[in-house]
Each structure stands twice: as C-alpha cells, then as structure tokens.
Nanobody, 127 residues
Framework: EVQLVESGGGSVQSGGSLSLSCAASGFTYQIPSMGWFRQAPGKEREGVAA???????SYADSVKGRFTISRNNDKHITYLQMNLLEPEDSAKYYC?????????????????????WGQGTQVTVSS
C-alpha cells in the first residue's frame, strides 16, 4: 500500500521561504509522477508543481520562478522549495503519487479519486 507523509509546513511572513517534504513508502517497481497540490478554505484544490519519473517538471503559473519541485528516487522523497511566499500561498499542501502520468498530466489532477494522497501540511503566510 502506498503511503505519503508530508512535513515542513508552518507559518512564515510574506517574502519568506519554506521547504516541504513528502516521504513515500509502498512503491512497487514502477516510479510514479509526484505532485504537490494545495487547497485553501472555500477554494478548489489546485496543482502547484509536479515532477515526472523522468525528472521533467510542471508548475502552476502562480508559482513559477518561486517554487521548485525535486525528488530523490532512492529515498522516495519529493521536495517543494517555496521562496518569496505570499499570503495567497496560504493553504493546506498535499503531495500525491500518480502512476502512468506525465508531470503536466499530474498537475491537472483535481480529484482524489486518482492516485495516492497524503494527509497534508498547513502553510500560512502572513502579510
């Protein structure tokens, strides 16, 4: 069974940085694409960044140039480095694993019916 555990959330002032980690277990021989998603109260879940099994990446326009996704396949950890954070970035951040999808396809996922999801970690950015 695939399990994903996010960590690294917290509170930061506008302009600050946070680094999120997603530790995965239960992967079989196939390496999935990994994505970071976020959901703020009253808003739809949205894709933030995704990375394919080949290392290709895809980002939401709102975070391009500020967020960087990376992965360590040996340790099954996916990272999200978030710089120049803004209050609009405040949300609960989730990581997800998607098999047989590219990074861009993963970024477009909205339903938790697809793939495997973690429980999320809260990010709060104050102005």
């Amino acid at each position: 069974e695939v399990q994903l555990v996010e960590s690294g959330g917290g509170s930061v002032q506008s302009g600050g940085s946070l680094s999120l980690s997603c530790a995965a277990s239960g992967f079989t021989y196939q390496i999935p694409s990994m994505g970071w998603f976020r959901q703020a109260p009253g808003k739809e879940r949205e894709g933030v960044a995704a990375i394919g099994s080949d290392g290709s990446t895809s980002y939401a326009d709102s975070v391009k140039g500020r967020f960087t996704i990376s992965r360590n396949n040996d340790k099954h950890i996916t990272y999200l480095q978030m710089n120049l954070l803004e209050p609009e970035d405040s949300a609960k951040y989730y990581c997800a694993a998607m098999y047989r999808m590219t990074a861009s396809q993963t970024l477009g996922i909205r339903s938790t019916n697809f793939g495997h999801w973690g429980q999320g970690t809260q990010v709060t950015v104050s102005s």
